[in-house]
């Protein structure tokens, strides 16, 4: 298994610190570090704190930020900027863009668990400029060309 360098940025995050321990859970919740609620107009986005760093080092890796499917679907919270991408080489705290597409004001808890990180590989690969590609079965063909069924 690998591990990552993580800094604990807010205090309160410390009752939490298991959670930070792997579970097995493929997404680790990240919470809200607001000092008190906020309410998120329908349409409104907001970039909320984590209370956490982490420093990835290794350029085969990334952290992915995604919307909490429940929060999502029930409440239309999802991310300002859809997913959010973590460099492996950025240190600062991350921050989750906050958008409520829904219909409904939201409020945001203190300590709320608001979104959800994953770290994936990423292949690292030098690009080949070229005139033209050996051909391929698809070609250019795409965006529903297949068609339906
Ligand atoms: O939801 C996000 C997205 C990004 N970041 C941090 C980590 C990431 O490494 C850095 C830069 O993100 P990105 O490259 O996507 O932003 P940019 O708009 O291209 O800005 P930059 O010029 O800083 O690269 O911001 C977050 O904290 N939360």
Redesign the pocket.
Known sequence: MKTIDIRILDQRLYAQLPAYATTGAAGLDLRACLDAPLTLEPGATTLVPTGIAIHLADPTLAAM?LPRSGLGHKHGIV?G?LV????SD?Q??????VWNRGQQPFKIEPLERIAQMVVVPVVQVGFNVVESFSESERGDGGFGSTGKH
Do not use: A, P
């Open positions: 930020l991310l900027n959010g991408l973590i460099d950025y600062g705290q991350i921050f989750v863009s």
